[in-house]
């Protein structure tokens, strides 16, 4: 498995070469006005990515395209259903299984062959559920029969604010997002995940009755067990490194099979009536109607009402979406192909359309889950560092270091999940669907926050807090700074989780990423007069560190007041100089 | 809690001085002869330890014997209680909780107040409860009625037989004692604690029905998690060290306390009804008799068939209470005051026969629970070891190393225990014992008999032979010999295991103690043909290594065929020299 290093460096263009051309570095005037050139994101976008596509698809023979293919599968369509099952309870049933597949199909499809980065998986994310259902408690205030065409408007809405947003070279204004607001969105999500996990365990005591619950429990914490610990052991230095790349590889779909298995062993566990997934004929929407929603059947006042709730999608996917996107090539993988922003926002906005025009959840990408797919794809080797130390003849410390060879850049296994997501809405396969307990949905929940959870900074700079500080390797960055500034970074981005968490339990959620995107300017104007530049260097860092995605968003952003931005994110740095590179566990937004 | 330094080096008598007494260093013919002399090491036992009986009491005003307390009141009590039940349920109803109480309490009284090492805890083990039931299943083929009398007259012949053993010095062979037996043995006890949790749940299911037996399972694996979370924090390096300390000194209270409360929740826990724990009228033996076993009614042939049964009980403490005990005296604690071991098996002889002749559990030394009790009275200390790496100016590596720096050796903690213990006889706290669920126990079956398991060294070089050479430190011990020969010693421990495990699943289950013995002989006979004396060095140490426990038998063992002995138990010692000496979690045997 780690032999074979794959053959992107056989791709024809330089990226350096292609990468160049879009920059505004030394325009002045109007000229320097992003938003004022249109199509010159998209334009650029396009034309660094088309002259890849052939090797897109010649570099997917490759052993790693396999395993990705089984993790993305399982790693997207898990959460997705779950989110599905949630948004069916809670939008009157009008969104169901088959909905929830068709979107993550749709949206894999397009994106696969179509985008300019196809290693964004986009899909059914817990956020857009969220957003479903909120609108749906508005709109059952007045009248729930007009949900499925408000939708359809509001979708409508959100895609023509997706063009515009695309077309006016707006998606490079993510240049200025750093880790401070997206590893305090990255906590939110995997909070929000956790806490749907609970929901979907309360549920089950709400409608199988007591002893389904706690059987529901029992599978889903050893379910979250079993993929916990799996993963640890993949992560570990037992049996070889071939074996351990097995177990990290197919941990969700082995994990899956077994409590999936265990819910239908013959006894009490088989007569226990716990919830099974819910599914409807195959290929036909939940609910007794076309594909097509008859929007033009909205009366004029409610299409307006939708332009807000279109323009907030808008903003949650800008925000989302590009943020996968930006995970998904961060500078720990050394990626070798050009992204593209701009393109791909555009391309978003088309599936938005699409979606809603036939009643499905919207898909975007999917930030717990993004790198996943990268990491995925990516050739690690276990190298050995041996650490000399000053005790006597010999002595020695021995380390393994995860090093990062190579990605396998491609659009296959992007296609190739999708096809299985097509298959799976076929008949038979709903049946197979139909025998996996919805407890397993709470334990994936809890598999994917917590991972966000364990893995983000903001915990690992609180547990530095509390760390008897005589045990601290003296190199550590944080060190240098007071430790009353650390506690105000990670409190400001706490405050920014807890507002955030507590509106998404309101009917207020849908101003949920008006809360998160404020975080940016917060970042940009307000922390430079609390924290010295050398602090904000230690305790903060680009989200879009890849120096090639930085050139597809026009060059690295000017922060008022900073000189230059080279020493960013030195604690991070400093981590994976010492013990390499983790691998991406399922859902961490952070590495 | 680390600045109290206890005052034992005041002890008036130097243990050097008093210790030498008993020895057969240069004695020839019939005295050479151990068994030949009786009395001879139970008199040197109280010569040695009587002088320290002051000091005991004195030597108690310590913070630390506080937690001690506390924390042996609940790995005492709680595993004896979920014993009790197994036996309560498997023995017609004869043995129950306030006999169970009345048998710790005894031990716990005349062991504090009269024993040579008060160290070591004496309690309700599994195996006397296994033992007890499968001699109920015997006598049950015959006449149920005559199994008090029976029991009582088994514990008469096993007390005569404890007596005898005691007087001719038999404790002494007890030197030959080496890990490749007490580590199986280790291993054993923790297997069977980990069936009696299974077993305790799967009763749930069958006396409470399924929403109780999931939710007991539920309880027993959050319970599991919470006691082991909560000591790996306390091992960690996050907090003081004095919090640490709290916390790992209060995790089973802290977990009990929460774990009861949470089944007692208002609402679907509440309303399922899940087992507690069955008391009776407090003070009274649970069935209608008096204290007093009419043993003379006993036919005559019942009390010669009861004799093999003494013998195999004999013989079971034999190895059962001197392990405990040796491993409560294990080299990593600084103790300083002489231990007593032909003493205190005369000790267990009355013990033994008091609870014979008044129909309650026999008491012994409790295996995976003895080394916590000194554990708890170790004061630690966490020093930091900087070790300087060649990596640059100012390279180094920082690591907490635990020091055991002192023991409060005293006999005041076990005496409190036990007069806790009790109170807990007494009304009132019957009912706040009652209010227990029985899935606790379950937890705490887990909790111990996963302690035992995770320490082993068994374990240990099993993920040694599975773990990638490369990433191995070059100083290991077990590099210098022959992987084969590794498996071949544990594999040759892992048969004893599987032999003693499946029998005593069987009603032969009696037999045990055989087993377990027989591997005292393999080692000393076959294995030094089997393994060279360096491997045999590295592989094995004696179980009975403090230099202070072994005048307690007579000197060092001679092994035949091996020229010393000094080498031996290479692989802790480097662990240990490494890393500290680890604290002693609930329920480990091995260090």
Redesign the interface.
């Known amino acids: 498995m780690m032999s074979e290093v794959s053959p992107h460096d056989s791709a024809p263009l330089e990226r350096e070469k292609t990468n160049i051309t879009y920059s505004y570095e030394g325009v002045i005037g109007w000229k320097s006005v992003r938003y004022l050139r249109p199509f010159r994101g998209m334009y650029h976008d396009v034309r660094r990515r088309l002259p890849h596509y052939w090797s897109d698809i010649r570099d997917a023979w490759d052993y790693r395209t396999v395993p990705s293919i089984v993790r993305m599968y399982f790693v997207n369509i898990l959460p997705a259903i779950a989110y599905t099952m949630d948004m069916y309870r809670r939008t009157g049933e009008f969104y169901g299984i088959n909905e929830g597949l068709f979107s993550s199909a749709l949206a894999a499809m397009i994106f696969s062959l179509f985008s300019a980065q196809p290693l964004t998986i986009v899909g059914i994310t817990g956020l857009i559920s969220l957003f479903n259902y909120t609108i749906f408690d508005i709109i059952n205030i007045y009248d729930p029969s007009i949900y499925p065409s408000f939708m359809c408007w509001t979708a409508i809405w959100a895609a023509i604010f997706h063009w515009i947003a695309a077309i006016c070279n707006v998606c490079d204004y993510m240049r200025y997002v750093t880790d401070f607001s997206s590893e305090a969105f990255g906590m939110y999500v995997g909070i929000i995940y956790c806490i749907k996990g609970v929901e979907e365990l309360v549920n089950e005591?709400t409608t199988h009755?007591?002893?389904a619950?706690?059987?529901a429990?029992?599978i889903a914490?050893?379910y979250f067990l079993t993929i916990y610990g799996l993963e640890k052991l993949g992560a570990s230095?037992?049996?070889?490194?071939s074996v351990r790349g097995l177990i990290a590889d197919y941990a969700y779909p082995l994990g899956t099979l077994f409590w999936v298995g265990f819910a239908h062993f013959p006894g009490?566990l088989k007569?226990?009536h716990i919830g099974f997934i819910p599914v409807t004929r195959a290929f036909y929407p939940t609910q007794d109607r076309g594909w097509l929603i008859h929007f033009w059947d909205l009366e004029v006042k409610w299409v307006f009402v939708a332009l807000p709730f279109g323009f907030l999608t808008m903003l949650l996917f800008y925000y989302d979406h590009n943020i996968s996107s930006l995970t998904a090539q961060a500078r720990q993988f050394p990626l070798k192909k050009p992204s593209g922003f701009h393109w791909d926002f555009f391309l978003l906005g088309c599936t938005t359309f699409i979606a809603g025009i036939i009643g499905i959840p919207m898909p975007n990408g999917l930030v717990p889950q993004a790198p996943v797919h990268t990491d995925s794809l990516t050739v690690y080797e276990t190298e050995?560092r041996v650490?000399?130390?000053?005790?006597g003849e010999?002595?020695?410390?021995?380390?393994?270091v995860v090093k990062a060879k190579a990605v396998v850049e491609q659009r296959v296994s992007h296609f190739i999940m999708g096809l299985g997501i097509i298959g799976t809405m076929t008949g038979p396969l709903l049946v197979v669907l139909h025998t996996m307990p919805t407890a397993i949905f709470a334990g994936v929940f809890f598999t994917v926050g917590w991972g966000s959870i364990e893995s983000n900074s903001m915990l690992k700079k609180a547990?530095f807090l509390?760390?008897?500080s005589?045990?601290?390797?003296?190199?550590e960055p944080l060190l240098s700074i007071r430790k009353r500034k650390i506690l105000l970074f990670i409190g400001l981005q706490g405050l920014g989780v807890a507002a955030t968490v507590a509106i998404s339990q309101t009917i207020a959620a849908i101003g949920f990423p008006i809360l998160i995107i404020l975080l940016i300017p917060l970042r940009v104007w307000a922390l430079p007069r609390w924290f010295s530049e050398k602090e904000l260097d230690v305790l903060d860092d680009l989200t879009a560190d890849n120096s090639a995605v930085l050139r597809s968003l026009g060059g690295p952003p000017k922060f008022p007041g900073q000189t230059e931005l080279a020493h960013e994110g030195l604690a991070r740095r400093y981590s994976e100089q010492r013990s390499g590179v983790p691998r991406q566990r399922a859902g961490s937004i952070t590495r």
Do not use: H
């Not at 230095?237 to 490194?241: E, G, R, S, Y």
């Not at 650490?387 to 005790?391: A, D, G, N, V």
């Not at 010999?394 to 393994?400: F, H, Q, S």
């Open positions: 005591f009755g007591r002893d619950g706690y059987l429990c029992l914490i050893l230095t037992i049996w070889k490194a009490n007569s226990t050995l650490i000399p130390t000053e005790e010999g002595a020695e410390l021995r380390r393994p547990i509390m760390q008897e005589r045990f601290i390797q003296r190199d």
